[in-house]
């Protein structure tokens, strides 16, 4: 069985949010980039396992992005990917990031993609849905436990309130959120032969991009707190009634 | 030509973000010149599918085929995609919540159609087609452009109060014609937590962190949530140790919540917290801890200890309760 992990990069969480150029551009000077949580702890980490307890024989990690995201997809190969593509086109727009990886995705056959819930930047968890949707597979969201067995995956899922566990047929397109692995800390050896694992440079034919931000905006600064005696808990019950509004 | 917006059911129940979506709706399509047509598939009775009217929809078509009634997304998929074509629809409006987010993907690859997750606005159609979304774990709003034809939105629950008008909704059977692989994912069991508010459509949070010591303490919780009618959740470390179920974590990597209402006891306002609960609209943080960074946060706060303050205001919601019903 082949897996393909799609990954992203993402500021890290604790990243400070500055904005320039007419607040049309966030600035990215004292930004870390990360590897998206999601795509790296539960995703390429499950596919690490399916591999390791001889379920899968291959690992391989894609990303499209500039080359300046080599760094987080070396990251992918220490942790334990076999072989890397890189899509050399923007990553702005989920439909042409779907469509890109769709296009490699087709020639390779692969049995099990996985994807992370959402990319923590923009939240859309789009490219999964939609990358099934291109390759004419099922797709399971939200998924907390993954098994596979012969060219069957049963997997557990978030559904409206509450839980469900499904079977569908390979070839299939999973996202992934906690529950799925648990995150693994890359080793010297790891990081050591990531240095020379492949990684692939595929420069695509462009897809154009349906939608682009046009600007940000910071959040209105919270005003101060107002302090309540722990006493006082009827005035905080009329505060948030009649003030608040919300009870 | 009209507007599409997909409206989820609990058994034939519609819910309640399905009447805020359809509002939303509803709302394009005044601006736009035009109607929403609501989509529905599964069981539903005729009297809730007319009572969409009352939230703007027109015209209703109702796919009456029962293997709806679980999310099979292809099937969906096909649903929408042949509702946009007969209604020639420039906008498809559904949830940003589990099951939209299956579906609504699949539609914009089969229209060729833009996406934008999350709205927070209706779009501004002044330069281009532009709405607010969440960024950055809530440290910020990006405004995203749709430059397609069909643009395809998921609306944030919660995000716009639900005004009911009068009105009935047309009711038109719809037919759509199914492939087996519509239906390729088999649903082995269905595990839903009853007797409490899902916490992800839930108008009032009350949430424990650390600082409530222990599973033992989680009666002083639930006894607040549910003199207010509110569902529980929790910080990570609590539902790591077992206090609470995985479902509850909210943050950065658990659930991202929008309620009205977060009362956060014993928790201390994490950055990876702080970024599931955000976007609430009123914060009570109850800390012993004056310099607890979530009062940085909050809009009223109680310093002081969570077993004390807890009975207490759980008390005072009882008694406001009483005078006021
Ligand atoms: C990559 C990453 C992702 C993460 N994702 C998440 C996430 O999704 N969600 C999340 O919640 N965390 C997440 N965390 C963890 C986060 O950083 C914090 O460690 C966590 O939120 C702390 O939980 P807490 O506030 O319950 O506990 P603590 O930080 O231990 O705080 C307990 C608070 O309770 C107060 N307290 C103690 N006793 C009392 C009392 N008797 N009365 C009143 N107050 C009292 C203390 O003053 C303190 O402020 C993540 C961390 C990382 C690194
Ligand atoms: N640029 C990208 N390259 C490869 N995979 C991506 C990219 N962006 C997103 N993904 C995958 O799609 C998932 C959902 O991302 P998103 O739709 O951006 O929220 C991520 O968790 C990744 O698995």
């Given at each position: 069985?082949?897996?393909?992990?799609?990954?992203?990069?993402?500021?890290d969480t604790v990243a400070?949010?500055?904005?320039?150029?007419?607040?049309?551009?966030?600035?990215?000077?004292?930004?870390?980039?990360?590897?998206?949580p999601y795509?790296?702890w539960y995703?390429?980490?499950?596919?690490?396992?399916?591999?390791?307890?001889?379920?899968?024989?291959?690992?391989?990690?894609?990303?499209?992005?500039?080359?300046?995201?080599?760094?987080?997809?070396?990251?992918?190969?220490?942790?334990?990917?076999?072989?890397?593509?890189?899509?050399?086109?923007?990553?702005?727009?989920?439909?042409?990031?779907?469509?890109?990886?769709?296009?490699?995705?087709?020639?390779?056959?692969?049995?099990?993609?996985?994807?992370?819930k959402e990319?923590i930047?923009?939240a859309?968890?789009?490219?999964?849905?939609?990358?099934?949707?291109?390759?004419?597979?099922?797709?399971?969201?939200f998924?907390t436990?993954?098994?596979?067995?012969?060219?069957?995956?049963?997997?557990?899922?978030e559904?409206?309130?509450?839980e469900?566990?499904?079977?569908?047929?390979?070839?299939?397109?999973?996202?992934?959120q906690k529950g799925v692995a648990e995150a693994?800390?890359?080793?010297?050896?790891?990081?050591?032969?990531?240095?020379?694992?492949?990684?692939?440079?595929?420069?695509?034919?462009?897809?154009?991009?349906?939608?682009?931000?046009?600007?940000?905006?910071?959040?209105?600064?919270k005003?101060?707190v107002?302090?309540?005696?722990p006493?006082?808990?009827?005035?905080?019950?009329?505060?948030?009634?009649?003030?608040?509004?919300?009870? | 030509?009209?507007?599409?917006?997909?409206?989820?059911?609990?058994?034939?129940?519609?819910?309640?973000?399905?009447?805020?979506?359809?509002?939303?709706?509803?709302?394009?399509?005044?601006?736009?010149?035009?109607?929403?047509?609501?989509?529905?598939?599964?069981?539903?009775?005729?009297?809730?599918?007319?009572?969409?009217?009352?939230?703007?929809?027109?015209?209703?078509?109702?796919?009456?085929?029962?293997?709806?009634?679980?999310?099979?997304?292809?099937?969906?998929?096909?649903?929408?995609?042949?509702?946009?074509?007969?209604?020639?629809?420039?906008?498809?409006?559904?949830?940003?919540?589990?099951?939209?987010?299956?579906?609504?993907?699949?539609?914009?690859?089969?229209?060729?159609?833009?996406?934008?997750?999350?709205?927070?606005?209706?779009?501004?159609?002044?330069?281009?087609?532009?709405?607010?979304?969440s960024?950055f774990s809530g440290k910020?709003?990006?405004?995203?452009?749709?430059?397609?034809?069909?643009?395809?939105?998921?609306?944030?629950?919660n995000?716009?109060?639900?005004?009911?008008?009068?009105?009935?909704?047309?009711?038109?059977?719809?037919?759509?014609?199914?492939?087996?692989?519509?239906?390729?994912?088999?649903?082995?069991?269905?595990?839903?937590i009853?007797?409490e508010v899902p916490l992800s459509d839930a108008e009032l949070v009350v949430s424990g962190g650390r600082g409530m010591k222990g599973p033992e303490n989680w009666g002083l919780i639930e006894d607040l949530a549910h003199?207010l009618?509110a569902a529980t959740a929790c910080s990570r470390p609590v539902a790591d140790s077992g206090w609470r179920p995985h479902h509850e974590h909210v943050g950065q990597t658990g659930g991202t919540i929008r309620p009205n209402l977060y009362i956060a006891a014993g928790i201390s306002g994490a950055i990876q917290h702080l970024a599931g609960v955000s976007g609430s609209k009123t914060i009570v943080v109850i800390n012993k801890d004056p310099e607890a960074p979530f009062f940085k946060a909050a809009n009223y706060g109680i310093v002081g200890d969570v077993m004390e303050v807890l009975p207490?205001l759980t008390?005072?919601?009882?008694?406001?309760?009483?005078?006021?019903?």
């Amino acid at each position: 069985m082949k897996v393909l992990v799609c990954i992203s990069q993402v500021p890290d969480t604790v990243a400070k949010i500055v904005l320039k150029d007419n607040n049309t551009v966030v600035d990215e000077s004292g930004i870390t980039f990360i590897l998206n949580p999601y795509d790296e702890w539960y995703a390429l980490v499950r596919a690490l396992e399916l591999k390791e307890t001889g379920v899968a024989e291959t690992v391989h990690v894609i990303m499209v992005g500039r080359a300046a995201t080599e760094p987080i997809i070396r990251k992918a190969l220490a942790v334990g990917g076999d072989e890397a593509i890189r899509i050399d086109a923007d990553s702005t727009d989920s439909y042409a990031i779907a469509n890109y990886i769709a296009e490699y995705a087709k020639s390779e056959a692969y049995d099990l993609i996985l994807c992370g819930k959402e990319s923590i930047d923009y939240a859309n968890g789009a490219v999964g849905p939609m990358l099934a949707e291109l390759l004419d597979t099922d797709f399971i969201g939200f998924a907390t436990n993954i098994a596979v067995a012969g060219t069957t995956a049963t997997v557990k899922r978030e559904i409206d309130g509450g839980e469900e566990t499904d079977e569908v047929n390979l070839p299939v397109v999973i996202s992934c959120q906690k529950g799925v692995a648990e995150a693994r800390i890359p080793n010297m050896r790891g990081i050591m032969t990531a240095r020379t694992k492949p990684l692939k440079v595929i420069t695509p034919a462009t897809v154009t991009a349906l939608t682009s931000v046009t600007h940000y905006e910071l959040p209105p600064a919270k005003a101060s707190v107002k302090l309540i005696a722990p006493d006082q808990m009827d005035e905080l019950v009329n505060l948030l009634h009649s003030q608040a509004k919300v009870i | 030509m009209s507007v599409i917006v997909l409206v989820e059911h609990t058994a034939g129940t519609i819910k309640k973000k399905s009447l805020e979506a359809v509002q939303y709706a509803s709302e394009i399509a005044k601006k736009l010149g035009t109607t929403a047509t609501a989509v529905i598939a599964g069981k539903v009775e005729e009297t809730e599918l007319k009572n969409l009217g009352g939230y703007g929809a027109q015209k209703v078509l109702y796919v009456a085929d029962d293997r709806l009634n679980e999310l099979h997304a292809r099937a969906f998929t096909r649903v929408l995609v042949a509702a946009a074509k007969q209604e020639n629809s420039p906008i498809i409006v559904a949830l940003h919540d589990v099951n939209g987010r299956a579906i609504a993907p699949r539609v914009a690859i089969q229209l060729k159609a833009g996406l934008i997750s999350g709205a927070l606005s209706y779009p501004d159609t002044d330069k281009g087609f532009i709405v607010k979304k969440s960024a950055f774990s809530g440290k910020a709003f990006a405004f995203v452009n749709v430059n397609s034809d069909v643009k395809v939105i998921l609306l944030a629950p919660n995000s716009f109060p639900l005004v009911k008008a009068d009105g009935e909704a047309v009711i038109e059977n719809f037919n759509v014609s199914f492939e087996d692989k519509d239906f390729g994912i088999k649903v082995k069991s269905v595990d839903v937590i009853t007797g409490e508010v899902p916490l992800s459509d839930a108008e009032l949070v009350v949430s424990g962190g650390r600082g409530m010591k222990g599973p033992e303490n989680w009666g002083l919780i639930e006894d607040l949530a549910h003199a207010l009618g509110a569902a529980t959740a929790c910080s990570r470390p609590v539902a790591d140790s077992g206090w609470r179920p995985h479902h509850e974590h909210v943050g950065q990597t658990g659930g991202t919540i929008r309620p009205n209402l977060y009362i956060a006891a014993g928790i201390s306002g994490a950055i990876q917290h702080l970024a599931g609960v955000s976007g609430s609209k009123t914060i009570v943080v109850i800390n012993k801890d004056p310099e607890a960074p979530f009062f940085k946060a909050a809009n009223y706060g109680i310093v002081g200890d969570v077993m004390e303050v807890l009975p207490r205001l759980t008390e005072a919601v009882k008694k406001f309760k009483a005078e006021h019903h």
